[in-house]
């Protein structure tokens, strides 16, 4: 089973522009994601799937792979573009601003499929605890319910569950954007149109849900730093 690990990077981000290419230590967001990937040491190959000509350069200058792409709305159509030609059978799509993300999590989600020998499952993804009130309200943490058997049933920038019951102990998830994919299953997926869901809540994740897909959520209690924002990236200084 070849696995391999793509990360999407798009210089314009919405909230942060130019982000990836801001200074963390004595590196660039990027290539400290890059470089951190590389490290685990779990991936036959590693890339950086960019429509930058600066990330890809600052990625090639510093020794990494890097494919040109176009312009696409998300970071999984993205990759499915940067991946068509590549042979490989998982493909991870880990975020270019989180540069924190440790060996295990990532172990977790390659061992889905090592351990799907009927091949049922197409997509994985990881989950968190929240357990502070503010990051619980916070829109730039996606939540996530899961069923019984830990497949997503909804992702949203909204509180869910919501508690109408106060006296009930409920808990919430936060979805970190790390993907794990089966190479077909996301060639199919940059295939499907968008739908409503993904269009409202802006979350990539939806479509698969919205088209009968399931996801297949891991709970990870690895704590990093994604860099959405300019005061993330502060966080993210004091932690380096």
Do not use: W
């Amino acid at each position: 089973m070849k696995t391999i690990a793509v990360i999407p990077a798009r210089y314009n981000s919405t909230r942060f522009p130019g982000k990836l290419m801001e200074i963390l230590g004595n590196k660039t967001v990027i290539t400290t994601t890059y470089q951190n990937v590389v490290q685990t040491g779990l991936f036959d190959e590693v890339f950086v799937a960019t429509d930058s000509e600066i990330i890809f350069d600052e990625i090639s200058e510093n020794g990494g792979k890097s494919v040109m792409t176009g312009e696409h709305e998300t970071g999984s159509d993205r990759i499915a573009e940067a991946v068509q030609n590549i042979d490989c059978d998982i493909v991870i799509n880990i975020q270019g601003d989180e540069p924190f993300l440790k060996k295990e999590p990532l172990k977790q989600l390659i061992d889905v499929f090592s351990n799907d020998d009927t091949k049922e499952i197409s997509l994985a993804s990881l989950k968190i605890e929240l357990k502070e009130s503010k990051e619980i309200q916070n829109p730039n943490n996606v939540k996530v319910i899961t069923d019984n058997n830990g497949f997503a049933l909804y992702f949203s920038r909204s509180v869910i569950p919501f508690l109408r019951d106060q006296d009930f102990d409920v808990k919430y998830y936060k979805h970190i954007g790390v993907y794990a994919f089966r190479k077909e299953a996301l060639l199919e997926f940059s295939k499907l149109p968008i739908l409503p869901l993904e269009t409202s809540e802006k979350l990539e994740q939806l479509r698969y849900l919205e088209y009968g897909k399931r996801i297949k959520m891991i709970e990870t209690d690895f704590i990093g730093v994604g860099i959405d924002t300019p005061e993330d990236l502060e966080k993210a200084k004091k932690l380096i």
